[in-house]
Nanobody
Framework: QVQLVESGGGSVQAGGSLRLSCAAS????????MGWFRQAPGREREFVAA????????GYTDSVKGRFTISRDNAKNTVYLQMNSLKPEDTAIYYC??????????????????WGQGTQVTVSS
């Protein structure tokens, strides 16, 4: 069992930055690929970014490429999402998720085994 707790959300103006953190419980964090998803009001949850167990491989949805960076620190059981040049359309609840896998990462929600409770990000124009 893995428990995930997100933090770092908040309210910023367009063009600003936030760094989200997701702390995982357990001693097997390094065996999980990690992902960030988001859900805006009235919309379906969507993929944002993901990273493999080693941190060497990652992927992003097109709308955040060049602005967001996913990283992880396996010694701290934590995955991060650095968000720069934020736009109002980035406003959403952001969720981190863990997928038990030995290589690669997933972009589909159904591929993840554990989810955090979410953290709100609000970007004003």
């Amino acid at each position: 069992q893995v428990q995930l707790v997100e933090s770092g959300g908040g309210s910023v103006q367009a063009g600003g930055s936030l760094r989200l953190s997701c702390a995982a419980s357990g001693r097997t964090f390094s065996t999980y690929a990690m992902g960030w998803f988001r859900q805006a009001p009235g919309r379906e949850r969507e993929f944002v970014a993901a990273i493999d167990w080693s941190g060497a491989g990652n992927g992003y949805t097109d709308s955040v490429k060049g602005r967001f960076t996913i990283s992880r620190d396996n010694a701290k059981n934590t995955v991060y999402l650095q968000m720069n040049s934020l736009k109002p359309e980035d406003t959403a609840i952001y969720y981190c998720a863990a997928a038990k896998m030995s290589w690669g990462f997933r972009r589909n929600m159904g591929g993840y085994d554990y989810w955090g409770q979410g953290t709100q990000v609000t970007v004003s124009s």
